[in-house]
């Protein structure tokens, strides 16, 4: 039977009190407080729109936030409406981390910005599309792709939003693969300090996952990323027919997917509640770390994970790659990269410091391919190189 902890009696108690009397401790961040690149009226706050709502609004109106419905979280070419994709797992990251927030008093808005547009720099076929697209960056250039950079980069550049300095560093830092058992916020100041810790991250991938969180909003996203998908890739797992949910035991935070949602969320409230940080206890800890553990070892690792894309995509998105860029350097205006991407990317009405095409050739390769949906890479792949020797096969609802 499963088991699903609750908060303290007397912590509950003590937050319906606070809430009752109005001196619910505030730890989160204040609106006022707020950092953008520029102050324009349309950024304004409002009593209907407030400030991070700003960002909410921009991220998912974004047009790659559509892009997360057919981009894979871990099973690639599979065809199971059951199997979780992108655009579910950035939901599951948002509510979960809202009701952490909730509880804790933080900033929602800010909590649900970070959340929505956390993952939207990811390429096609999850982490795995993220090595390779890594790869050939680095080959081509000595610099380094990270999906959680990269979302930055949509926000920030690609689209010039005006994103928030506190949302974007959010964003930067939620690398979930990296987890830790205190969160302590270190602040940023300014976009000069943040683009220079962006830049770092190209230049390393080291970098890329030390970032940490400089509001408790971002710190409690980062942590609820993990949750997220903890529980929820075992469910896929079950479904795809690769392990049962069954095979896997911790007696500290459960197996199944509810529970480990509940009992680690209660926790982290327990543990966070009226601190300057967001903490698991220690045998918490060690059981998330443990979980993730089971998770690679069975789910992530696994042949029947990777095995297919390393011989038909990795090959696939060399030749895309070599291809779109030979097509730059020409300046062949109707290959995709320019009718599908630069075309598409300048409807945007932002104003740009630069015209977008003439960003370098390999980082406009690597913003097209990233940006790329699982199905319209395979059917861009098929378009570009249509005698290929490389196609690739979706397991189907009856096979």
């Given at each position: 039977?499963?088991?699903?902890?609750?908060?303290s009696?007397?912590?509950?108690?003590?937050?319906?009190?606070?809430?009752?009397?109005?001196?619910?401790?505030?730890?989160?961040?204040?609106?006022?407080?707020?950092?953008?690149?520029?102050?324009?009226?349309t950024?304004?706050?409002?009593?209907?729109?407030?400030?991070?709502?700003?960002?909410?609004?921009?991220?998912?109106?974004?047009?790659?936030?559509?892009?997360?419905?057919?981009?894979?979280?871990?099973?690639?070419?599979?065809?199971?409406?059951?199997?979780?994709?992108?655009?579910?797992?950035?939901?599951?990251?948002?509510?979960?981390?809202?009701?952490?927030?909730?509880?804790?008093?933080?900033?929602?808005?800010l909590i649900?910005a970070?959340?929505?547009?956390?993952?939207?720099?990811?390429?096609?076929?999850?982490?795995?599309?993220?090595?390779?697209l890594?790869?050939?960056?680095?080959?081509?250039?000595?610099?380094?792709?990270?999906?959680?950079?990269?979302?930055?980069?949509?926000?920030?550049?690609?689209f010039?939003?005006?994103?928030?300095?506190?949302?974007?560093?959010?964003?930067?830092?939620?690398?979930?693969?990296?987890?830790?058992?205190?969160?302590?916020p270190?602040?940023?100041?300014?976009?000069?300090?943040?683009?220079?810790?962006?830049?770092?991250?190209?230049?390393?991938?080291?970098?890329?996952?030390?970032?940490?969180?400089?509001?408790?909003?971002?710190?409690?996203?980062?942590?609820?990323?993990?949750?997220?998908?903890?529980?929820k890739?075992?469910?896929?797992?079950?479904?795809?027919?690769?392990?049962?949910?069954?095979?896997?035991?911790?007696?500290?935070?459960g197996?199944?997917?509810?529970?480990?949602?509940?009992?680690?969320?209660?926790?982290?409230?327990?543990?966070?509640?009226?601190?300057?940080?967001?903490?698991?206890?220690?045998?918490?800890?060690?059981?998330?770390?443990?979980?993730?553990?089971?998770?690679?070892c069975?789910?992530?690792?696994?042949?029947?994970?990777?095995?297919?894309?390393?011989?038909?995509?990795?090959?696939?998105m060399?030749?895309?790659?070599?291809?779109?860029?030979?097509?730059?350097?020409?300046?062949?205006?109707?290959?995709?990269i320019?009718?599908h991407?630069?075309?598409?990317?300048?409807?945007?009405?932002?104003?740009?410091?630069?015209?977008y095409?003439?960003?370098?050739?390999?980082?406009?390769?690597?913003?097209?391919?990233?940006?790329?949906?699982?199905?319209?890479?395979?059917?861009?792949?098929?378009?570009?190189?249509?005698?290929?020797?490389?196609?690739?096969?979706?397991?189907?609802?009856?096979?």
């Amino acid at each position: 039977m499963p088991k699903y902890k609750v908060l303290s009696d007397s912590l509950a108690k003590r937050i319906e009190e606070e809430q009752r009397c109005g001196t619910f401790e505030k730890t989160g961040f204040d609106n006022s407080n707020v950092i953008r690149r520029n102050q324009v009226p349309t950024d304004k706050p409002s009593i209907w729109r407030p400030t991070f709502v700003h960002d909410i609004d921009k991220i998912m109106h974004c047009p790659y936030y559509n892009r997360y419905t057919d981009k894979t979280q871990v099973f690639s070419l599979v065809k199971n409406d059951d199997i979780t994709r992108r655009s579910l797992h950035v939901q599951l990251v948002s509510r979960i981390s809202r009701t952490i927030g909730r509880a804790l008093n933080l900033n929602l808005d800010l909590i649900e910005a970070i959340a929505l547009g956390h993952d939207i720099g990811h390429p096609p076929f999850a982490h795995t599309g993220e090595w390779y697209l890594d790869e050939l960056y680095h080959k081509n250039t000595g610099r380094h792709f990270s999906h959680n950079i990269h979302s930055v980069r949509v926000l920030d550049k690609i689209f010039p939003y005006n994103i928030s300095l506190q949302t974007l560093n959010g964003i930067a830092s939620h690398n979930g693969e990296i987890e830790l058992e205190e969160y302590y916020p270190q602040p940023i100041t300014s976009f000069e300090e943040f683009d220079k810790i962006i830049e770092s991250c190209y230049e390393s991938k080291l970098n890329a996952n030390r970032l940490l969180p400089s509001t408790l909003e971002g710190a409690v996203v980062r942590i609820s990323d993990i949750i997220a998908y903890l529980g929820k890739d075992r469910q896929d797992a079950a479904r795809y027919g690769m392990v049962e949910e069954s095979a896997f035991v911790n007696e500290d935070i459960g197996s199944i997917n509810a529970e480990i949602i509940n009992n680690l969320v209660v926790n982290i409230i327990e543990n966070s509640y009226g601190k300057p940080y967001i903490k698991l206890d220690k045998r918490h800890f060690k059981a998330l770390q443990e979980s993730k553990r089971d998770n690679y070892c069975m789910i992530y690792e696994s042949a029947a994970t990777r095995a297919k894309l390393d011989v038909t995509a990795k090959p696939m998105m060399a030749e895309i790659y070599g291809q779109l860029l030979d097509d730059l350097r020409v300046e062949k205006k109707y290959s995709p990269i320019f009718t599908h991407h630069i075309d598409f990317v300048n409807k945007s009405y932002y104003k740009r410091e630069t015209p977008y095409e003439q960003t370098e050739p390999n980082q406009l390769v690597v913003d097209f391919i990233a940006s790329m949906t699982d199905d319209y890479f395979i059917d861009l792949h098929k378009y570009l190189f249509p005698g290929s020797e490389y196609t690739v096969e979706y397991k189907g609802y009856f096979d």
